[in-house]
């Protein structure tokens, strides 16, 4: 049988020219543009292009990636300007080229194409995107945990839309609001806190409210919409910011009209 | 401490943070939330592999269903070589586990009435399947990725690759680890550490695994004094897509896919798998387990019955018949992953498919709670092998295992590690040899040596010769010479790669190095197993041998590096053993 | 969950240029689209001045209809209206992601929800020509 | 939440700017911009203009409708500043923004009340 991607068969069709970003941290000053000429294959994405250099051009270029099936979230990449999923995006797409890659934009460049993405790491629990729950949880008489919390498939369907999100960061690479403004909470983190609130068996609403209402939560985000041009999920990040302004003025104006106390 | 050679000390290290080790994590965390806990990985733990599993996770919960037809389906599927006591439990716990997950926010797919729906699979005689559309390891994985978050206690180790474990008069003290980001090699100490690292599906060249499943985990256990079992026994999943080995689930045959042969033929019936039927009959046809649908794959391009494609011969899978409805609710990521990477729209359209490597039965050896024989040590999830699977796992049975067995190996590293003394000095001296090694045979090198990736190319070729569907013993001992030869050549590879910060090529090598002595057990053991069971087909002895192989293989590291084979018995308690049968 | 990272590396930041939304179509249509807002206050100046002018006298509106049919004032106007109808669209076009409108349990399209609001522009448009000329 | 903020209400009052600016501008903006000065439609008597717009229906919607116009236009603009021309000063185009939109505001209803 074949072997992996770089010694397969497959219709080749000349070839196409990869400018790659570089950068060493130890030793340049700022990143540099590096070009290579790969085969160009049908089936080929641009991740396997970077592989095919990795493996016969040059060993010292950097980049994240594991599934290659669009499911991990590693491989984010701006490629001809545009945030990427480079195992998605296939080469003959670019065709004739060149393609231009480069690390995620709007993030901190580590290395070559690799990003910083601890801000979001840092970000993301902040908004508790877990479970929260009035109540104890169903247990029996021995502290096990006794049946389900039952959920239509219309509740799942409510929220289903927004656990889809894999973290892959092209929405923050996308959102020129996160660029200017780091402190933004950004797309991905509002999408989950939604996704949370959303689920029927989530009582957490408000405490992530009372987090996301704050200066840096919702507020910096304009509407550019880009978020959810680019999620290759469908999260739709920007809709789930937009509602959270929605609940968060509709508690403004409840709190307003009904001071403490009185609720 | 000197300075700068202990990065952190826990009381509990856990290696990985795929399901297995986010579940051990949070097992920790709630029972035992005084101790210090941490999960060290190299990756982000939402990018592990655990992400791409698609069907789902069995756990016994319909009204027909019953524990003891979930353990003998097990017991079966594992062709009699799965440790009873230890399926027993496994069944058992599975369908708390799969709640629990339930209420850490897992969305399940739903019946009508509010209920988790299940869903058929291969090898299972009724329905148990859970399974969150055909994204159930991605929305487990968050889940428990996302739960973890809430224990502000455990501490993560992110993109921390682990090159050693740190051994001391029998006893498990820490890891040595590389930090991808800086580049610094340094130790972390831990009084018990559970492995969580997954599987090594990269040894071979065409495997649904990611580029991270390179059996960092079971080298690192081998080399530092524990066994390795059943290493022989790895899984071909039936239902791959040429070219790039993503994985097409099983649950497209669960809801009524059918497998074609190049005349559009249903082969299966050909191989003692039952009668085709319109809809979809539990452990019969296209629900047979793995190993067998895998092997009938082999014999129908002996007999030429499989069309051709680039990348070699390959069959159909027909999901048409199951209209665009049910793909688009029950499998739309088995459509959205056609229409990407083979332009091919399942819904008119037959899907070409070959048999992967996907997953390895083996791993290090552990009793039922994940301890393994080396004090301190414990491990979960693929990498381990406790063993439930036996010579053939069957689907969905792998998920709750990480859920179940890193919990229980969680509960019992925590409790090694209230007992356990303080770290001892001779450590300090081992960790400081160990980034002597890397500093100075890898990154010390000049770039003019051997290629990693030539290295590599070679290994898996050689595994996919010498270790295949199906193996001879001729075969199995010239890819060991083989793989003796790329071990004394990967001591000369050379790393170009000068700078610190996030090296991948000396990542590469170490992985290589890790695959190598994987590659090594595989091959040593299945050369020993005269018989064929499961997964494991000798096309030199053809029959299942209970006389004399009825029982697990443990492969120790010699002290020069070579493999030694030991045999151990395997649990039976209540279901002797039995012929397999699948469609009768 | 608490991650201790060293921040040994010399990471790079790059700086956004001042002309990031010239870049891409999309981002060049969202700078115009907020700068619709200088026209939506210019409008409410030009609406301000004709009711003044109304209030004044007969004359004073005549003044305002001539003044507002100078060259200069119509061409300002012919852009704002353009601008003005960059917002309309775009407002339309992205209700549907900021309201879960949901009808009987289901999910209202979006394509739905844009063409609701497009019939709601007519019928108050309608009103209002009717108030004012009638 | 305790402690009323005014992000919300400022939003509140932007996302009602911008439907009013969606909804009636346009046909205010048809009549009196173009089809009456340009007398594609003869224009209205005076009489009859003085009539509706005095009504204090009228012009109570217009002094909401232009307040919340001005609103949308103030807070739109005091981002595209910090956006697209990356101004740092953020409290004072903040305060210029809205400074603006306040004294816009102020000068409405003294118009507004002219005409009443
Ligand atoms: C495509 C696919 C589909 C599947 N579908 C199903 C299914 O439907 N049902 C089912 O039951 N099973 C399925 N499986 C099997 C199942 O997904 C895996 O067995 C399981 O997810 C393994 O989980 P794990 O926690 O053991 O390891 P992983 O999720 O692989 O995690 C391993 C972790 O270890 C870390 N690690 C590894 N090496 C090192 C190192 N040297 N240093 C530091 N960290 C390290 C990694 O970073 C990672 O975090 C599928 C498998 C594949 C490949
Ligand atoms: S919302 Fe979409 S683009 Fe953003 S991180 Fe999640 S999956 Fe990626
Ligand atoms: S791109 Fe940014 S500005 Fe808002 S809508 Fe998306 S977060
Ligand atoms: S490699 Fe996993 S998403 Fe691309």
């Known amino acids: 049988m074949p072997s992996n991607p770089g010694s397969n068969p497959g219709s080749n069709s000349g070839s196409i020219r990869l400018q790659v970003t570089r950068y060493r941290p130890e030793s340049d000053s700022e990143p540099r543009f590096q070009e290579y000429d790969v085969p160009l294959r049908k089936e080929w994405t641009v991740l396997d292009g970077l592989n095919h250099v990795k493996n016969e051009v040059d060993t010292t270029l950097s980049f994240r990636w594991s599934c290659r099936m669009g499911i991990c979230g590693s491989c984010g990449m701006n490629v001809n300007g545009d945030p990427k999923l480079t195992c998605a995006a296939f080469l003959d797409d670019y065709a004739p080229g060149p393609i231009r890659v480069e690390p995620l934009a709007n993030f901190p460049v580590v290395r070559d194409l690799v990003v910083d993405i601890n801000d979001f790491m840092e970000k993301l629990p902040r908004v508790k995107p877990w479970i929260i729950r009035d109540d104890d949880a169903l247990l029996d008489g021995d502290g096990e945990i006794d049946g389900e919390y039952l959920q239509t498939p219309e509740e799942l369907d409510a929220y289903k839309q927004f656990s889809m999100c894999i973290n892959c960061m092209l929405c923050y690479a996308a959102c020129p609001v996160y660029g200017l403004d780091p402190e933004f909470m950004g797309p991905a983190a509002i999408a989950l806190a939604e996704r949370y609130d959303l689920d029927s068996r989530d009582h957490g609403a408000r405490e992530r409210l009372d987090v996301l209402i704050e200066h840096e939560g919702v507020w910096g985000c304009t509407f550019v919409g880009e978020c959810t041009r680019v999620c290759p999920n469908h999260v739709d990040p920007a809709g789930a910011i937009q509602r959270y302004k929605v609940k968060a003025a509709k508690e403004n104006v409840m709190a307003f009209l009904l001071p403490r106390g009185a609720r | 401490m000197s300075d700068g050679l202990i990065r952190a000390a826990h009381d509990v290290l856990i290696v990985g943070g795929g399901g297995a080790g986010l579940r051990a994590a949070i097992a920790i965390a709630e029972t035992n939330p005084q101790l210090d806990v941490a999960v060290i990985s190299k990756v982000y733990p939402m990018r592990s592999h655990t992400v791409s599993a698609e069907g789902g996770a069995a756990g016994v919960i319909a009204d027909d269903d019953s524990i003891d037809e979930h353990i003998y389906d097990t017991i079966s599927g594992s062709d009699w070589l799965g440790d009873q006591d230890a399926i027993e439990a496994f069944v058992n716990e599975a369908p708390r586990e799969l709640l629990q997950l339930e209420h850490w926010g897992c969305p399940w797919s739903r019946q009508p009435n509010g209920h988790v729906a299940v869903r058929a699979f291969g090898g299972m005689k009724k329905k148990r399947t859970w399974f969150a559309a055909d994204k159930t390891g991605f929305h487990m994985l968050h889940s428990l990725f996302q739960t973890t978050l809430k224990y502000r206690e455990v501490t993560r180790h992110d993109e921390w690759f682990v090159t050693k474990l740190l051994v001391d008069d029998g006893r498990v003290h820490g890891v040595v680890a590389v930090d991808l980001f800086s580049g610094k090699i340094q130790a972390i100490t831990a009084k018990s550490v559970v492995l969580c690292t997954g599987g090594c599906g990269k040894v071979f060249p065409f495997t649904t695994n990611a580029n991270i499943n390179t059996g960092d985990g079971m080298s690192l256990a081998y080399r530092a004094g524990a066994p390795l079992k059943d290493m022989e026994f790895v899984q071909y999943h039936p239902t791959g897509l040429p070219f790039t080995g993503i994985l097409i689930t099983e649950a497209t045959r669960a809801e009524g896919g059918w497998l074609l042969n190049k005349d559009g033929y249903r082969y299966l019936q050909d191989y003692d798998l039952g009668k085709p039927t319109p809809t979809p009959e539990l452990r019969s046809m296209e629900l047979g387990p793995r190993d067998r649908l895998s092997q009938a794959f082999v014999h129908e391009v002996e007999k030429g019955r499989t069309a051709d494609s680039p990348w070699g011969p390959i069959v159909h899978l027909d999901l048409r018949h199951l209209g665009a409805d049910l793909i688009d609710t029950k499998l739309p990521f088995v459509r959205e992953l056609c229409l990407k990477y083979e332009r091919i729209d399942p819904v008119h359209e037959l899907i070409p498919v070959r048999p992967v490597v996907h997953y390895m039965m083996g791993g290090v050896h552990t009793d039922i709670d994940g301890a393994t024989p080396l004090a301190g040590l414990y491990a979960a999830g693929e990498t381990a092998c406790v063993s439930i699977n036996g010579a053939n796992r069957l689907g969905s049975n792998s998920l709750p295992e990480c859920l179940v067995f890193g919990a229980r190996a969680g509960r019992a590293a925590a409790e090694f590690a209230t007992t356990a003394g303080p770290v001892p000095a001779a450590i300090e001296a081992q960790a400081a040899d160990e980034v002597r090694r890397l500093e100075r045979d890898l990154l010390g090198k000049d770039s003019e040596g051997e290629s990693t990736s030539a290295i590599r190319d070679e290994m898996q070729a050689t595994m996919e010769d010498a270790a295949g569907i199906y193996r001879t013993g001729p075969a199995i001992a010239k890819g060991l010479d083989t793989l003796r030869e790329l071990q004394e050549r990967i001591g000369k590879v050379g790393i170009a790669d000068t700078s610190r910060s996030f090296n991948t090529e000396l990542l590469a090598a170490l992985e290589l190095a890790n695959m190598l002595d994987i590659g090594e057990c595989m091959l040593q053991s299945a050369l020993q197993r005269e018989e064929s069971r499961g997964a494991h087909q000798r096309t030199d002895f053809p029959d299942r041998d209970d006389q004399r192989f009825l029982t697990h293989q443990l492969v120790h590291r010699n002290d020069d590096g070579t493999p030694r084979v030991e045999s151990l018995p395997v649990t039976i308690t209540r279901w002797p053993p039995g012929e397999r049968v699948y469609g009768r | ?134 | 939440m305790s402690r009323p903020r005014v992000e919300p209400l400022v939003w509140l009052m932007f996302s009602g700017g911008g439907v009013m600016a969606a909804v009636f501008l346009p046909v205010l903006v048809f009549m009196f911009a173009f089809a009456f000065p340009l007398e594609w439609i003869s224009p209205p008597d005076h009489d009859h203009l003085s009539a509706v717009v005095g009504h204090p229906l009228t012009l109570l919607f217009l002094l909401g409708m232009f307040v919340v116009l001005l609103v949308h236009s103030a807070h739109r603009f005091r981002y595209t500043l910090y956006d697209g021309l990356q101004i740092k000063a953020k409290r004072t185009v903040a305060v210029l923004c809205y400074g603006t939109a306040a004294v816009g505001a102020i000068t409405t209803v003294v118009v507004l009340l002219s005409a009443a």
């Open chain 3, 1 to 134: 969950m608490s991650t201790p990272r060293a921040t040994e590396v010399r990471v790079y930041n790059r700086p956004m240029s001042t002309w990031w939304w010239t870049r891409r179509r999309t981002y060049f249509v969202f700078v115009m689209r907020e700068l619709s807002s200088i026209f939506v206050a210019w409008f409410v100046g030009f609406l301000l001045a004709f009711v003044y002018s109304v209030g004044r006298s007969e004359a004073a509106y005549q003044d305002f209809l001539d003044w507002a049919a100078t060259p200069w004032v119509v061409v300002i106007n012919v852009i704002a209206a353009a601008f003005l109808a960059l917002h309309v669209v775009t407002w339309f076009s992205l209700t549907p992601q900021a309201m879960d409108v949901r009808i009987g349990g289901q999910k209202a399209p979006a394509a739905a929800i844009i063409a609701s609001q497009y019939v709601g522009l007519a019928v108050v448009s309608a009103f209002v020509l009717w108030l004012v000329t009638r």
